[in-house]
């Protein structure tokens, strides 16, 4: 391990070339926003130094387990993308941010750093490790450095951007953990190897959470533009005995609710889009005709609700507003939709914005469900048992 960033900070491999290695390989950013990993080195590479770097692994997402499987799987890989990507960019200090609720990954990261600091492969940069303020919106980039910081996690006006401005006032190339696990063998097996997956007519590789009414939930290494029906039974078993798929989460809570019979939709980025859904994190969660997608909606209002950082009106207020409305038999359609315009147009940060896609997702696709159409005489009528107070087997995970 560590020979790929040794020479690299010894000089015997090209920085350059490893930067044109990552953008010729198509790598997004996987934490949920997908912004082109290499165009992200370059850009902040540009800026004036001292730059920082920050790594994301507060892994908050619903029903988004990625980060922590891989974490405990194999720690040295990620840390070996985090030195290459910050000899590549120039950074002086990294700055680790682990979801506080992760504790035995903690340990196990803190053994790993120790490891490397008694063996260094190369002169390191100064590394710290950081303990997660327990907040879903420290997910959030500028509020993860706020954290940092010190300070209360709440997102940041833009401009500047983070990259020019970010952590303690200095250029920051901020990263997800998986992003930075995959550097090392891109760099090692060049960048067709990773672009050479891909299914539909998309590249790469997507490591997908899933959960819900599956016989084999868990973390599953995918080609990007798999269909979720793909998913399901090439890697997940199938669906569970007595159980067909009626709906599913395409990327965890602020991801959006589709229906059974928008299964071959391609699940990468830009896909889902004109579905009004999005990738985010590539949390899959599977729902059954034994469940109610309005409670599945419900049920993640009411976290955002709770998650809201309290900053801008239209999220702290909007939230807990739809959140009530939500509990009624017949939803206000034209109250519901007014209240999730105003949230994705005034709110500060993704979370506000992207809230009201559950909203959006029931009127358009679950209609029968809310009163605001027959139920479909095709689809078999859910047992009471709302998705709202418990969970489908294997989405506690």
């Known amino acids: 391990g560590y020979q790929t ?8 491999m090209d920085a350059e070339a490893v930067l044109a290695a990552m953008e010729d390989s198509g790598l997004r950013g996987l934490g949920g926003a997908g912004f082109p990993a290499g165009r992200k080195w370059r850009i902040v590479r540009d800026q004036p130094v001292p730059r920082l770097m920050a790594v994301n692994i507060d892994e908050g997402e619903p029903g988004t387990f990625k980060d922590r499987t891989y974490l405990e799987r194999d720690p040295h890989r990620f840390l070996e993308g ?3 990507a910050a000899q590549v960019v120039g950074t002086e200090a990294i700055y680790i941010y682990l979801r506080d609720e992760y504790h035995g990954c903690r340990a196990l990261l803190q053994r790993a750093l120790d490891d490397l600091r008694a063996d260094p492969p190369c002169p390191l940069p100064h590394i710290e490790l950081r303990r ?3 907040a879903y919106i420290c997910g959030e980039e500028s509020a993860m450095i706020e954290s940092i910081e010190g300070k209360r996690g709440e997102p940041r006006m833009r401009p500047p951007y983070i990259a020019q401005v970010g952590l303690f006032g200095r250029p920051t190339l901020e990263h997800n953990f998986e992003t930075l696990y995959w550097v090392r063998d891109i760099v090692e097996r060049g ?5 050479s997956f891909g299914r539909h007519g998309r590249k790469g590789l997507r490591s997908f959470s899933v959960s819900g009414r599956v016989k084999h939930p868990g973390v599953k290494l995918a080609p990007a533009g798999i269909t979720v029906q793909e998913l399901i039974d090439e890697y997940c078993g199938g669906m569970l005995d007595g159980h067909q798929l009626y709906a599913y989460l395409p990327g965890g809570a602020s991801g959006g609710i589709l229906p059974a019979s928008l299964n071959n939709i391609p699940l990468d980025f830009d896909t889902l889009q004109p579905y009004g859904c999005f990738i985010g994190s590539a949390a899959v969660i599977v729902l059954s005709q034994h469940d109610r997608a309005r409670d599945a909606a419900l049920n993640v209002m009411r976290f955002f609700e709770h998650e809201s950082c309290g900053q801008c009106t239209p999220c702290r207020v909007g939230t807990a507003k739809a959140a009530t409305l939500m509990q009624a038999p017949k939803w206000d ?3 519901l939709d007014d209240l999730a315009q105003v949230m994705a147009d005034a709110s500060i940060c993704g979370l506000g914005q992207a809230a009201p896609n559950p909203i959006r997702c029931i009127h358009k696709y679950f209609a ?3 009163g605001e159409g027959p139920w479909p005489g095709d689809l078999p009528k859910p047992r009471n048992s709302p998705l709202a107070e418990q969970l489908p087997k294997g989405a506690q995970s």
């Not at 960033?5 to 015997?12: K, M, S």
């Not at 960048?191 to 672009?195: D, G, L, N, V």
Request: a negative charge; hydrophobic letters at 55%.
């Open 82 to 84: 985090v030195l290459i």
């Open 132 to 134: 997660g303020a327990g």
């Open 191 to 195: 960048p067709q190897w990773f672009a």
């Open 368 to 370: 029968h469900e809310v």
């Open 333 to 335: 359609e034209e109250l």
């Open 5 to 12: 960033a040794a020479a690299l900070v010894n000089g015997e």
